[in-house]
């Protein structure tokens, strides 16, 4: 298997020179490395002739447990073009996940994208209208730090005091999904609200 780790960085030079993402070819790497670290733990050990079907849809059952639908569709994607790669490098005869395809997406079923204005008054409104001062001012500090940075719900749940710039009115962002940190600006009312929740 000491091929695979060969094969990959000579996938990657190709694939990185594409001009894609940075995210994109991030989760291309982790795909290889993550397959690759599989195969390696089988006992006995595949040859990469002779990994089937078989042993890709064991691979794939086990990788996709607990995990959305969209992330197994991309998942597949990013197998399929590695087993088209090792069919041009003659290593397989064929791809077998040219037949395997990933779960069916329903469009219907995504968020929308825009939130409409009465829906986001009454959000600003139920926060406003907390019991508590101290919690009026969170929540609405919370809210704006969402809807004005457009940061992830695992972002913002990452945020630490440190993170807050007074003098630049920036957040650093931790990127758990992205792997990269960045400071984004926090808009006017954000930014007053949180400068009182931290008074």
């Excluded at 926090?186 to 609200?193: D, I, K, S, Y």
């Amino acid at each position: 298997m000491k091929r695979w780790d060969t094969l990959a960085d000579r996938f990657m030079e190709v694939y990185s020179a594409r001009g894609l993402a940075a995210e994109t070819i991030e989760a291309m790497r982790h795909e290889w490395d993550a397959w690759g670290c599989w195969l390696k733990a089988r006992r006995p050990r595949p040859k990469l002739e002779d990994v089937s079907h078989e042993l890709i849809s064991q691979y794939t059952s086990q990788r996709g447990k607990f995990r959305a639908k969209s992330t197994l569709y991309g998942m597949m994607s990013r197998m399929r073009q590695i087993g088209n790669f090792l069919v041009e490098r003659g290593i397989w005869k064929e791809n077998p996940l040219k037949w395997m395809k990933g779960p069916r997406l329903d469009r219907r079923h995504r968020l929308p994208r825009r939130i409409d204005n009465s829906v986001l008054e009454q959000l600003w409104e139920s926060a406003a209208s907390s019991r508590y001062k101290f919690q009026r001012y969170l929540w609405v500090a919370i809210l704006g730090v969402v809807y004005g940075t457009g940061i992830r719900r695992e972002e913002l749940v990452l945020l630490d005091l440190s993170d807050w710039d007074v003098e630049s009115g920036t957040l650093l962002i931790n990127g758990k999904k992205t792997r990269r940190e960045r400071r984004v600006p926090l808009p006017p009312l954000a930014r007053q609200c949180l400068e009182r929740v931290l008074k």
